[in-house]
């Protein structure tokens, strides 16, 4: 048991959440939502990336279209289905409840701590 | 000298030197071989290999003539590097041996099984499944399938065994490259384009295999040796011709497929000559779809010369099919104004009348049809406007087109069994003859008929065909008889003898002069249908009278019963003594 297994466990755990909440925005290409990760600290690499949207994809919670690029070939443009968007809000109450949970364990350590 | 190698990833050729392609191929194996123990092995495998792709192509665009060990590198690192990847998994990094990899290889041969491919199936997934199973366009498994339906239906029942047992898989991904008729490359139909680009081959091999046929067929005629081998090659022409309109109509255009960019043509031209450039693809058990740039377009001398004889062929039918259909539309409209030598109206060989509106316009269907369908491709081929029909106006003009010539054949055989039955009628009659005068005989000569026409509409439905046989027979006694037979056929025995009584002809018999004038013509009345009617006349003279003819052609058997054939022109061949000072030839001249 290593730390770097624990954090790669609970970044997991809210990754397919995060990119969930990005497709709710709007059509994204796979690069785009790596920028968005980034912009909020959340680096990612390509290589988990991709596994992930195709394996949400292949869950129906995402779908792409092939878009033409004049810059060389065409890329997948991801967006959130009607299934995706009800597991959205499941999640979302998830993540809720838990930040609510978390939040009171860590007060309730603290101010025994203190 | 630096090697240069293009590597194609994910159907984009990318020029690289020996150290990058160390270094990227060792990378997307280890990819292939970590994923391939996960779920949705294959579509993982595409993105990265297309990302890669994509990122490669634009350290191109961005100014170097080639990928370096640091372009490679940068890429990895911007993707994630293996044993990053294996992290952010949960596993713990693992380099791959080469031993792995022959395994990975062999795995994937060994275990791949036969199937259906429900997610991309037309009936029923059979073709798809094992078209992935051998990495072959399922297109072309089904086009095999339909051609194999002509060795007496085989592939239908193999097909129907191969339904029931293969298991169902749904895959999603098409292993194999699209077969596809090229629209920028192409002489006809982009049928060999399409082909050539499938196999990666040169389009004017194939088009040289579709005209071998043709030329093979030439050549032997030109050097004029025949042996087996002629026959083979004609019977294969109609054979490449009905073969290439058949791909013609099986394979689809694909614009998305074919795409117009070529970044191999910058390379190539921007080429130093210290550089030493080959092709390269990473070795895999399979093939991911390929979205192949077009082969270079090289305007060819040959190409042109293909052109000019499609286009010579394509205006020859056009000038056969046009002239067909101008004469399809005089018969209809000028019927009225016959006067030259054709053949009896249309109306009175068909079963029944009513079937002659039916009759011209299956005619013209079949003319019109192909014609339209010919002129296009003239068009085509010598223009660069881009006529296309809809789908829809090709299946209804097919459909069109075959009921015409089902049509035809329908009719072909009611009319076959118009005149499945001949019958006759017989009539004598015994003239009276005195002994030692000659016998004259001649013809009537009805309209004038100068230009020898055989076939005169007097009105309405009532016509005179000029078909009575005539013989002159030396009979044993010595009566004068004249015999008149009377045939034509019909649908049963009763109908032809029906037929047959109402043809007219008449004779006159000057009893004075012993001088018989015989019929030209027979005619036929109204209502009567043309069913083959003839009429045989006989003429049964004493052994010992002279018979004097005119202008009569007609065949004449002696007591010898030898044959003598007279034709009418009375020309070559005819010794003088047989033909009188007035124009009338003499039979039985020696017995005076």
């Known amino acids: 048991m290593n730390v770097e297994n624990a954090q790669a466990q609970m970044r997991k755990g809210v990754l397919e959440y995060c990119i969930l909440t990005i497709l709710m925005n709007g059509e994204a290409y796979p690069s785009e939502i790596i920028e968005e990760l980034k912009k909020a600290q959340l680096n990612i690499l390509e290589g ?12 129906n919670l995402l779908e792409y279209r092939w878009k033409e690029s004049l810059l060389g070939p065409p890329r997948k443009y991801y967006s959130i289905t009607n299934n995706g968007i009800t597991f959205y809000h499941q999640l979302h109450d998830t993540w809720i409840s838990l930040q609510q949970s978390v939040h009171i364990i860590t007060n309730h350590s603290n101010k025994q701590s203190n | 000298m630096n090697n240069i190698i293009n590597l194609n990833i994910s159907g984009q050729s990318i020029p690289m030197d020996h150290s990058a392609y160390k270094i990227i191929s060792e990378y997307i194996n280890w990819i292939r071989i970590y994923f391939s123990q996960k779920v949705d092995e294959i579509e993982i495998i595409q993105d990265f290999e297309s990302r890669i792709a994509e990122l490669l192509y634009n350290k191109i665009k961005e100014g170097t003539d080639y990928v370096t060990s640091f372009h490679a590198q940068n890429v990895i690192d911007t993707i994630g590097s293996p044993e990053q990847i294996a992290a952010d998994h949960g596993d713990t990094f693992q380099a791959y041996t080469s031993h792995d990899y022959s395994n990975y290889n062999n ?11 429900e997610s991309n199936k037309v009936i029923s997934g059979v073709c798809s499944g094992i078209g992935n199973f051998y990495k072959i366009d399922p297109l072309i498994i089904r086009i095999l399938f339909i051609l194999m339906t002509l060795a007496w239906g085989t592939s239908i029942l193999i097909y129907l065994i191969l339904w029931i047992v293969l298991p169902s898989e749904k895959n999603n991904v098409i292993q194999s490259e699209k077969l596809i008729r090229s629209t920028h490359n192409k002489v006809l139909g982009g049928v060999a384009s399409g082909i050539a680009r499938y196999f990666n081959a040169e389009p004017v091999l194939i088009r040289l295999l579709f005209i071998l046929p043709l030329l093979g067929t030439i050549f032997l005629n030109i050097i004029n040796i025949f ?30 497929v074919e795409k117009k960019n070529d970044i191999n043509s910058n390379l190539q031209s921007n080429n130093n000559n210290n550089l030493n450039v080959r092709n390269a693809t990473i070795h895999h058990s399979y093939s991911i779809p390929k979205d192949n740039y077009p082969a270079i377009e090289r305007s060819n001398i040959f190409t042109t010369l293909l052109k000019i004889i499609a286009g010579f062929f394509l205006f020859i039918i056009n000038f056969i099919l046009l002239g067909l259909l101008c004469a399809a539309f005089a018969f209809i409209l000028g019927i009225e104004n016959i006067e030259q030598n054709k053949f009896p109206l249309i109306e009175l060989i068909l079963p029944q009348s009513d079937d002659k509106w039916l009759f011209w316009l299956s005619i013209i269907t079949i003319i019109a049809i192909p014609l339209y369908y010919a002129i296009i ?18 299946y209804i003009l097919s459909i069109l087109f075959v009921l015409g010539i089902f049509n035809i054949i329908n009719m072909g055989k009611s009319i076959k069994d118009t005149i499945s039955h001949t019958n006759s009628v017989n009539e004598e009659f015994i003239l009276p003859f005195t002994k030692g005068k000659d016998i004259i005989l001649t013809r009537d000569n009805l309209f004038n008929n100068d230009n020898n026409q055989l076939l005169y509409l007097i009105n309405d439905s009532t016509y005179a065909l000029k078909n009575i ?9 010595t009566t004068l008889k004249i015999i008149i037979n009377k045939k034509s056929s019909g649908r049963n025995f009763e109908e032809a003898k029906i037929y047959a009584n109402a043809l007219q002809n008449s004779y006159s018999y000057d009893s004075t002069e012993q001088s018989i004038t015989l019929p030209t013509f027979n005619i036929i009345k109204k209502g009567i249908p043309f069913r083959f009617q003839q009429t045989q ?16 052609p007609l065949r004449y058997h002696n007591s010898n019963f030898h044959l003598f054939n007279y034709n009418v022109s009375l020309a070559s061949g005819m010794k003088n003594s047989e033909v009188d000072s007035l124009g009338y030839l ?5 017995k005076r």
């Open chain 2, 377 to 394: 491709g003239l068009i085509r081929l010598f223009s660069t406007k881009n006529l296309s029909l809809n789908n829809i106006t090709h």
């Open chain 2, 107 to 117: 795995r994937n041969n060994h275990y791949k099984k036969l199937y259906k491919d």
């Open chain 2, 227 to 256: 042996s087996d081998a002629d026959r083979f090659f004609e019977a294969g022409i109609p054979i490449s011709f009905l073969l290439y309109i058949f791909l013609w109509i099986c394979i689809p255009k694909d614009t998305k």
């Open chain 2, 537 to 552: 006349i006989t003429i049964e003279t004493p052994s010992d009278a002279r018979v004097l003819v005119k202008d009569i």
């Open chain 2, 469 to 477: 046989t005539y013989e002159v027979k030396q009979g044993k006694d």
């Open chain 2, 586 to 590: 003499i039979l039985n001249n020696s």
């Open chain 1, 48 to 59: 988990t990336l991709y596994p992930l949207l195709t394996r949400l994809k292949n869950a």
